[in-house]
């Protein structure tokens, strides 16, 4: 687990390519919610010019070698010359990524991606030789030369790597190590496996036959009919399990992957391994596990909150995701850009004049098609460039929602690439998540203010509750999930599909009090682990729980006026990658060590559904 991840660590969250179809001018064509890649290359001939150029570039980076520890100097010439050259190739990632989402069936993008994915590899390889070498200066040495003036860019990475001395392994071993990375990764197999490969079943709903893909799932799993949900339910996690062999194989080598690695550079676990890479320490992923196990019973009285809303004796897990009441209304794109610029006013001028400049802009791919990339992301790895913004907009609240999570993660590019240098401008997914929750809790707040009647309030508190549940909750569950799946390899266990599936079943029992008979589970859920990617980004999940709990600080007191928690946290944005992403949030008033910021959150959730019963009690 060296840190020249720093280099390595280009942002693979990736969208879609404009088609020649695309309107005429680039203000049609963000009204339509298309977006055009241009602006990072003209033509696929660029892209194939730079790639020819970076590749050259990459293969002389070994030369710096000779020369790297002489002097602070060479030492910061070296440094950024490696910089532009992975600046070259995050541009060139970004392109190749954006370019295969839009239809992952299609053969000459997915060999782009192949392409640059093991050109990073290359680079990996060529500069294998920078943290031995400076590990072999010795920690005081890094320190003193990380205050020198020619150094300043560079001055978190050294203190850094100083830190992670003792996990560094030899030039060798760790050009090795970065030489393997292609092959030693399932998450692009698994995403062809779920995305293009897998037969979707087909069942009819409002007579008409409907496919039960991915996209297709999360817009019918929410539908009002229950007998609907129900049926959607059954065809879709009846197909995941067909797999459970195959998916089960994946995630067991990922999962060895990531032990063998902490192994290999002598971490206690993968766990304290995976935190490492980004300064957070093994506290906070234990805290927050605690601190939710010891809040099940807040997430139990919202489950029966929502079997009481929907009239239903007993509470099923395919009851999970439609609104505690109809909704209101539906939502276009353009709604989308006029909420969430309302909803966050509060973070001032110069976030709102950003925010402008990027939803008018064809930054935004919005609809699903054919072959696209299902979900939702942000990619701001172009540096030079401009953030672009991936979605599949269903007309409904969930995607204005995610309008203003991933345009959260656009703006906090924008601001970090604003004040940053290159070195410094890449933040970590532990305060990423912070902007982009931060922004949903913003909108909701302002949703429910400005609701005109109370079942439009209930509507909101709802869709607030359910925020709380799938982001909080939810993904506290997984990360436990994935501590325990982390932990039984380390322990020797084996990983098949079926016991993966039993471990996983056991942890949704319980989160959802199945004991207890707040909730019936379907035997078929136990299958609902291979369908989450992120299982395969190890220990990436766990950071959405704790950010809600920050976003939801922060967003409380900038509504409340807070001037300087406003400030504080839009300079926790602008500082990028510059410190720790767990020292950035302290400094702004956010422990996420402690327990104080998840008890904060139970604490927002319980007052909601206080709300909801006060609404309740009112209309009966």
Do not use: C
């Not at 807040?298 to 505690?324: E, F, M, N, S, W």
């Not at 030079?384 to 345009?407: I, K």
């Not at 039984?488 to 009090?513: F, P, T, V, W």
């Amino acid at each position: 687990m060296a840190y020249s991840s720093r280099w390595l660590a280009i942002a693979l969250v990736s969208a879609g390519l404009v088609g020649a179809s695309l309107p005429a001018s680039a203000a049609d064509q963000a009204k339509a919610g298309q977006w055009d890649l241009t602006d990072l290359y003209g033509a696929p001939a660029g892209w194939q010019a730079a790639y020819e150029q970076t590749q050259s570039e990459i293969k002389a980076l070994p030369e710096l070698a000779e020369t790297l520890t002489e002097s602070p100097e060479q030492l910061a010439t070296a440094l950024n010359r490696i910089d532009g050259v992975h600046k070259r190739l995050a541009r060139l990632a970004t392109y190749a990524h954006l370019a295969a989402d839009v239809d992952l069936r299609a053969a000459d993008a997915q060999e782009r991606r192949g392409r640059v994915d093991r050109l990073q590899a290359d680079f990996g390889q060529a500069v294998g030789f920078v943290e031995p070498a400076l590990v072999a200066l010795g920690p005081d040495t890094l320190s003193a030369w990380a205050d020198k003036p020619a150094l300043a860019e560079h001055a978190y990475y050294l203190r850094h790597v100083a830190r992670e001395a003792p996990h560094t392994l030899s030039r060798e071993t760790e050009s090795a190590l970065a030489a393997l990375s292609p092959v030693a990764g399932q998450s692009d197999t698994f995403e062809l496996l779920s995305s293009a490969d897998i037969a979707w079943p087909h069942i009819t709903i409002d007579g008409q036959e409907r496919t039960i893909n991915q996209a297709s799932y999360t817009q019918w799993r929410a539908d009002g009919d229950r007998d609907t949900r129900k049926a959607v339910f059954k065809a879709f996690w009846s197909t995941y399990g067909q797999y459970e062999d195959t998916f089960g194989s994946l995630l067991n080598q990922a999962v060895y992957g990531h032990v063998i690695d902490a192994r290999l550079h002598h971490y206690d676990s993968a766990l304290a391994a995976a935190l490492a890479a980004d300064d957070i320490p093994v506290a906070v992923y234990h805290q927050l596990i605690d601190s939710v196990d010891a809040h099940l019973p807040t997430l139990h009285r919202y489950l029966k909150l929502r079997a009481k809303l929907l009239g239903v004796d007993q509470l099923h897990y395919y009851d999970i995701y439609p609104p505690l009441v109809a909704a209101p209304r539906d939502y276009d794109l353009a709604d989308a850009r006029s909420l969430v610029k309302a909803a966050t006013a509060p973070l001032g001028p110069a976030y709102q004049k950003r925010l402008a400049m990027a939803t008018q802009a064809p930054w935004t791919s919005a609809y699903p098609a054919p072959g696209k990339r299902p979900g939702a992301y942000m990619n701001g790895s172009a540096y030079e460039v401009h953030p672009y913004v991936l979605m599949n907009f269903q007309g409904d609240y969930e995607s204005v929602s995610t309008y203003a999570h991933e345009w959260g993660h656009g703006v906090h590019s924008m601001l970090a690439n604003a004040a940053q240098p290159y070195a410094t401008a890449d933040y970590p997914i532990f305060t990423a998540e912070v902007a982009s929750t931060t922004n949903e809790a913003l909108l909701i707040d302002h949703m429910i203010e400005n609701a005109a009647s109370p079942d439009e309030k209930l509507f909101y508190i709802g869709q607030a509750l359910e925020s709380l549940r799938g982001t909080f909750f939810r993904q506290a569950q997984f990360a436990e999930f994935e501590l325990a799946l982390h932990e039984a390899a380390e322990a020797g266990q084996s990983l098949s599909g079926q016991r993966i599936s039993a471990m996983y079943q056991d942890i949704l029992n319980r989160y959802y009090g199945v004991a207890d008979g707040v909730t019936a589970i379907d035997e078929r859920m136990a299958y609902e682990w291979a369908y989450v990617p992120h299982f395969y980004y190890n220990f990436y999940v766990y950071q959405y729980a704790t950010s809600i709990a920050a976003g939801e600080y922060f967003a409380s007191r900038i509504r409340a006026g807070d001037t300087n928690t406003r400030d504080a946290y839009l300079a926790a944005l602008a500082a990028g990658g510059s410190a720790s992403g767990y020292d950035i949030l302290k400094n702004a008033g956010v422990d996420l060590a402690t327990a104080k910021p998840y008890d904060q959150l139970v604490a927002r959730m319980n007052a909601l559904m206080d709300q909801a019963e006060t609404i309740l009690a009112r209309q009966n």
